[in-house]
């Protein structure tokens, strides 16, 4: 069944679309929910704010998911080991952000033991300033307490595992609704098993997860503003 998922997969024109159904594929393990809290408060997390959002907002908030991620890792390099292959099989929009994934990765791949002085310097030098920064800004920490520099190591990680479950969850749903109108255009047995697999890792990740405490960061520090 799996091979020929894959098989099916390589006939899907749209690279984004093949690229979700491959991702689909994968086993991930879904992490522990985070414990931490800010300032004295409890962070209850949703998963409303794609659905509650307008298509500019929705766009916003997973690029902004998608800078946290980055940022916790060029802040924190030695988390490369833990992230690292899940962020190499994401992709990103727009472009020069993944182009930007792409090169951090490049970098911590050629050396693991670069801290984040030394990995910031090489990303400069690589003619990455301008998405450096962007990635650094403190729109982004506004967003993501744990992802500035000097935070705990632990605390980083738990940020980002929590960042990557709702990025995660949030792209199964398109997933889901891209699967069910392809099943319903061609009801061939692999359209059907892909979206059986996509439910099946929906329902896997909700039991994984358990009762979650962290709201979405992005999510909630749009509301306190």
Known sequence: LHQRMKDHARKIDDSLVRRHFLDALDKRLWPDRLKKRQGGRDWTPSMDLESAAGPAAQVDAALRRQQILLAVLVTHPELFDDVGERLGSLAFSPPELDKFRQEVLKNLIGD??????????????????DALDSVLSPRVFEHAFFARPGTDPGTALEGWEETFALCRKIGLRSEIEEARRRLAEDTSAENRDYLRALKKEARQAVQDDGEPRWDDPVRASAKER
């Open 112 to 129: 693991s033991g670069l801290d984040s002085a030394a990995l910031e310097r090489q990303l400069r030098n690589s003619g990455y300033s």
